[in-house]
């Protein structure tokens, strides 16, 4: 019987090095990444490690090391869209022999004073998936040596390693789909009126409309990306007196919105009506009840690259940071009237 007051000693790499019959640093090598040690040595550490029961410390590890081997990631978990892009983050890095440090962000939260408790846990590298950051955010990371990985967005004048889809030639192709199925009336729908991949978006849209001579475009932002704020915008764009024929919703729980205020609040059918593409292909997306045409990301070919990208910073200060983008595809459901 162990008696108040006293606890098991905790068995240290210290007891493994003297049973094994090896140098306690040699322990360490063993389970590092370095794999600089003899087969027949390793055997021996393993087979003792088993025999004691042996935990390694990974805090202890980092001390020496200087790495943690974790990586942070900032997200807002309040969107379908997030929720698949972490979980994907978080699988990848895993197998990467990586840890994930997970920070959910309220929408009206400073991203800023999130980033500051991030670091004092003394993460390896950082993966931003949120919208709004700041230059001096991105000078306290490099100030303590942890790298960035900007994911679904980037920020120009800031030499950060970033995989975005091409917004600006999304938009383009949104634009083309539209007016070549017949559209006239066209307007854009945003959540917050400051995110560049949105902007980017929009950028695209508008540019392309007016190179083909179509003058005609309303612009609506409502604030956020949620299902009420996209059902709200749109019941008040549906009511103008120049109502649009079509609408390009920056995000599927937008356009998901957007729908339902056309269908349930106005009476309007779709797409006779009013036509509605929106973006993310979320999984309700494809649900007969919506049928949405949608623009669909490449996201695990952007998850891959990202991580690479960034375990090639941490591994190697000298590795230049990255901008890299991918092209999204048009999926085609009933949403849109054709011609």
Not at 139 to 155: K, P, S, V, Y
Not at 224 to 239: D, S, V
Not at 310 to 331: A, R, W
Request: glycine letters at 6%; a neutral charge.
């Amino acid at each position: 019987m162990v008696k108040a007051g006293t606890e098991k000693q905790r068995i240290t790499s210290k007891d493994v090095a003297r049973i094994a019959g090896v140098s306690q640093p040699t322990v360490s090598r063993v389970f590092s990444s370095e794999n600089k040690v003899k087969p027949e040595t390793r055997d021996k550490v393993l087979n003792a490690v088993l025999e004691l029961g042996y935990k390694p410390n990974a805090i202890a590890r980092s001390l020496t090391s200087h790495r943690t081997n974790i990586i942070g990631i900032v997200a807002q978990l309040n969107k379908d869209f997030s929720l698949y892009t972490v979980d994907l983050i978080s699988r990848k890095l895993q197998t990467e022999g990586k840890q994930v440090l997970l920070f959910n962000v309220d929408t009206d939260q400073e991203l800023d004073d999130i980033i500051s408790k991030v670091l004092q846990y003394q993460v390896d590298g950082l993966i931003i998936t949120v919208t709004t950051f700041t230059s001096k955010l991105v000078e306290d990371c490099a100030r303590q040596g942890t790298q960035i990985l900007l994911f679904n967005r980037h920020m120009m004048g800031i030499n950060i390693n970033s995989v975005s889809s091409d917004n600006v030639e999304v938009g383009r192709m949104v634009a083309n789909y539209l007016l070549d199925t017949g559209h006239k009336r066209l307007a854009f729908m945003g959540g917050r009126d400051k995110v560049s991949s949105s902007n980017d978006r929009l950028k695209g849209f508008r540019d392309r409309i007016q190179e083909r001579g179509v003058e005609n475009l309303v612009v609506v932002y409502g604030g956020e990306y949620y299902y009420e704020t996209g059902r709200k915008t749109a019941r008040q764009l549906l009511l103008s007196q120049d109502r649009p024929d079509a609408i390009f919703c920056s995000g599927d729980v937008l356009a998901l919105g957007a729908m339902d205020a056309a269908r349930y609040d106005l009476g309007l059918n779709i797409p006779d009506d009013v036509s509605i593409i929106g973006y993310d292909d979320v999984t309700i997306a494809s649900w007969p009840s919506y049928s949405l045409t949608t623009v669909r990301q490449p996201i695990v070919e952007m998850v891959d690259t990202g991580i690479e990208m960034l375990l090639k910073s941490i591994e190697n200060c000298d590795f230049e940071p990255e901008l890299k983008l991918f092209q999204g595809q048009l999926i085609k459901r009933s949403s849109v009237r054709s011609l």
